[in-house]
């Protein structure tokens, strides 16, 4: 039997012989040689000379306190208070494609309430068969389904219509979160209380105060919308709407209504504020455009980055990002490093799932000079995201919303990024 109590010492034996005997290699500029004695290796250090914490310790885990800047932040000036406001998720910091609930951005409307399981109830009404009324425990017993799906604000990316404004992914593109849920098809609820034929339209309400309601064609309710109660295993955070969300795959975050209450089948759109007066798209000749459910296909390379810069010289760069798609998923991002003129195309972490979130990585050797750095996501429609050129052409500098034009990022050649634009 060999020691177990005594690895690191021959371990920390076998380095120095390594070094004794001048095993220096050339790695190809990832890592260092090993010719000068790193004490990290070669001493022991005062993490390998007491006892740890024991699991009692924290019975709920948060993240490491090293890790503390990987938060939501908000935009003080963006919002008169932070009851009707907007958070953002830190996707400069975070890798991967799920976002974990405790850094995925808030958007509320009258603050976000707390609605206990027992105090929870859901209404079908308007054009069915019969009403119904389901408490939570109803819910758990229908067959229930798991889906990843991305979730992103349509004022995401909202602030850069006229130039480029915020300095950071965060902020930019940080009005999304892509997360595993657990909930009943919508479809099975309104089967249980049976839509009457002249029902084409769900309107959709929340219990806050600002009921948040929006009109949902029938078709779509009838697809892939979720009742969803648990996100990424676990039960949805308060703010992302405890005890029961909707999901509304591939569409506007507006319409994913959370704290669930209310859902009247109905013959025509309600016409609610959420759907009129905002998420409406304004044109370039001053008409704003009905309806922008679907969000189409947009990128972002969240390192490096204005929050996220290049923190070594030149030699192997990992450059990645996040790609996703209202409307199907992602078949191919590619990565320019000199602002659009050449593009290479970038590794997909995984085959693109459909409306979730896909990680892109371009492993390049850098040079160590300034890059204007790029990402293009194309779908499986075959859409190719727009430039934000092209996207103002239709769009004009009016609009709040649904801009998923090409960011990007002007590295200098200290590895500093910083938002611009180039036209
Ligand atoms: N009941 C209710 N649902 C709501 C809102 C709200 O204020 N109240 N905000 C909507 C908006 S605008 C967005 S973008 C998403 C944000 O979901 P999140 O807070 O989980 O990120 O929730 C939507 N659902
Ligand atoms: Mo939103």
Request: one cysteine or more; glycine letters at 10%.
């Amino acid at each position: 039997m060999t020691d177990k109590s005594q690895p690191s010492t021959t371990r920390r034996g076998f380095l120095k012989a390594g070094i004794a005997t001048g095993g220096a290699i050339a790695t190809g500029g990832a890592a260092h040689a090993a010719q000068e004695p790193d004490p990290l290796i070669t001493e022991v250090q005062p993490w390998a000379q007491g006892l740890g914490d024991g699991v009692d310790a924290v019975p709920y885990g948060l993240p490491i306190e090293y890790e503390d800047d990987v938060i939501r932040r908000n935009v003080e000036w963006l919002t008169a208070d932070t009851i009707s406001s907007i958070n953002f998720t830190p996707i400069h910091a975070l890798d991967g494609t799920i976002t974990p609930q405790g850094c995925a951005f808030e958007r509320h409307h009258s603050g976000a309430i707390e609605l206990r399981k027992e105090d929870y109830r859901l209404m079908i009404n308007g054009l069915v068969d019969q009403p119904l009324i389901f408490t939570y425990a109803d819910l758990e017993r229908f067959p229930r389904e798991n889906r990843v799906y991305f979730c992103e604000c349509a004022a995401n990316s909202g602030m850069e219509w006229a130039g480029a404004q915020l300095n950071g992914a965060q902020f930019t593109h940080g009005m999304i979160h892509n997360m595993e849920y657990s909930g009943v098809p919508l479809r099975t609820l309104l089967e249980e209380a049976g839509v009457k034929p002249e029902g084409k339209w769900v309107y959709v309400e929340g219990a806050d105060a600002s009921s948040n309601g929006r009109s949902i064609p029938l078709e779509k309710a009838m697809d892939d919308v979720l009742v969803a109660f648990k996100a990424n295993g676990e039960a949805l955070r308060k703010e992302h709407g405890y005890p029961v969300r909707l999901v509304v795959p591939g569409w506007e975050g507006n319409m994913w209504v959370k704290w669930l209450r209310r859902i009247e089948v109905t013959t025509q759109a309600i016409e609610s504020r959420e759907e009129t007066s905002k998420y409406t798209d304004t044109l370039e000749d001053g008409t704003s455009r009905k309806w922008t459910w679907e969000m189409d296909a947009k990128s972002v390379i969240t390192s490096p980055s204005p929050q996220s810069p290049i923190k070594h010289g030149p030699g192997p760069l990992v450059i990645t990002g996040l790609a996703w798609s209202g409307r199907g998923s992602i078949t191919r991002v590619d990565v320019s490093t000199d602002g659009g003129k050449t593009w290479a195309t970038a590794r997909l972490a995984q085959e693109g799932q459909d409306k979730a979130l896909s990680r892109f990585y371009l492993d390049i050797t850098w040079d160590g000079s300034e890059m204007f750095l790029q990402s293009r996501a194309m779908d499986s429609t075959g859409y190719v995201q727009p430039t934000k050129d092209q996207l103002r052409e239709v769009r004009g500098l009016n609009s709040i919303y649904h801009n998923n034009g090409i960011q990007t990022w002007w590295v200098n050649a200290k590895g500093e990024a910083e938002n611009v634009e180039i036209s």
